[in-house]
């Protein structure tokens, strides 16, 4: 099969584990995406659940106070369901060439999220939330929707952390184990420093495009002047043979398929919300394997400051 994204390319994700595309959005593609989540703040339909960055809570957004919506900072779940023009954004013919040549599948779009703000997410591995059912069958796509300033919370990123073996959790799985992260945490900080890698950050101009992979260590950087907006769009990827495993609801789209499913559910108030996955531990194939964490710390060493706000966020 001829190479859409070419050998040096190739190459790079290999090495590196993501890839940027710059101005791969034209402005009309940036602006559909942006009055999207504009359009549903206006409407505030009652099938759009959004999760709360500042007190970490979700809620229909039919049920957001004006004055939350005004002051918290939000991320907008699976506009993808409901808006077909984004759903063609991110996944267009061209994005989904570029997509099946890293995934060596067709993707399938399972879920999206809009943020007007900068996450501050902790350090983390979508195959923490969003696990597969093939170990790395899962990409990321990162739409900047306008240039992002280095005080407005950058997406940040360890190059070549795809390197690093994912840690299983004592389920078999590397789906997310809330009693084990800290040890998840101290696992990946001790293989950070042993492979010397650091952090970068992605300064974006309006319609790059950043795609990560499955076991690329990346976060949200800190926002060091609050108020300043950081608009983008993520959308998360699974394998078209993955899905069909799953016995997923596929849907057409212009680069491959996109994942139907209900609105995420919205937890009693005050209720931590649920962490929105596919468990491939609970899957029969993966039932057999063994928890293998070679390279785990010692006993005694402490966890690294670094990586604390993932502890704090998952408390
Ligand atoms: O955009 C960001 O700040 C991080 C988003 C992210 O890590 C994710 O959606 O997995």
């Keep these: 099969m001829t190479s859409v994204i070419g050998s ?24 559909a995406v942006a009055s ?14 959004v999760d709360d960055l ?16 005004r002051n918290h900072r939000f991320k907008i779940n699976d506009l993808y369901l409901s808006d077909e023009r984004l759903r063609s954004v991110t996944l267009s013919e061209r994005l989904g060439m570029v997509l099946e040549e890293l995934l060596g599948d067709e993707p399938v779009a399972c879920n999206t999220l809009n943020f007007d703000y900068g996450s ?11 696990t597969p059912l093939t170990d790395t069958a899962l990409v990321a796509t990162w739409m900047a929707l306008e240039d992002t300033l280095a005080d407005a919370g950058p997406l940040r990123y360890f190059p070549g952390s795809n390197h690093i073996t994912p840690y299983r959790f004592s389920t078999g799985s590397y789906h997310v184990n809330l009693p084990e992260m800290e040890r998840w945490a101290d696992y990946m900080a001790d293989q950070l420093d042993r492979k010397g890698l650091e952090e970068q950050r992605f300064l974006a101009k309006r319609g790059d495009l950043f795609i990560w992979h499955a ?5 949200g950087s800190e926002i ?29 789209s212009p680069g491959g398929w996109w994942m139907r499913k209900p609105p995420l559910e919205v937890p009693e108030e005050g209720a931590r919300p649920a962490i929105p996955t596919v468990n491939a531990a609970d899957l029969p194939a993966l039932q057999d394997k063994q928890a293998d964490n ?4 010692p006993p005694g060493r402490e966890p690294r400051v670094r990586m604390e706000p993932l502890e704090t966020a998952l408390d």
């Design 8 to 31: 040096k390319r190739k190459a790079f994700w290999a090495d590196n584990g993501f890839l940027v595309l710059p101005g791969f959005f034209d402005e009309d593609e940036c602006q």
């Design 294 to 297: 070679g390279g785990l710390l």
């Design 224 to 252: 060091c002047r609050p108020g300043l907006t950081r608009k983008s769009l993520v959308t998360h990827f699974f394998t078209q043979s993955d899905c069909e495993k799953l016995g997923s609801d596929l849907r057409p």
């Design 215 to 219: 076991l690329l260590l990346h976060g």
């Design 36 to 49: 999207a989540s504009d359009r549903v703040w206006e409407a505030r339909p009652a099938d759009v659940v």
């Design 54 to 69: 500042v007190t970490n809570s979700r809620r229909r957004i039919t049920d957001v106070s004006e004055d939350d919506a």
């Design 120 to 130: 501050q997410q902790a350090d983390h591995l979508d195959t923490l939330y969003m």
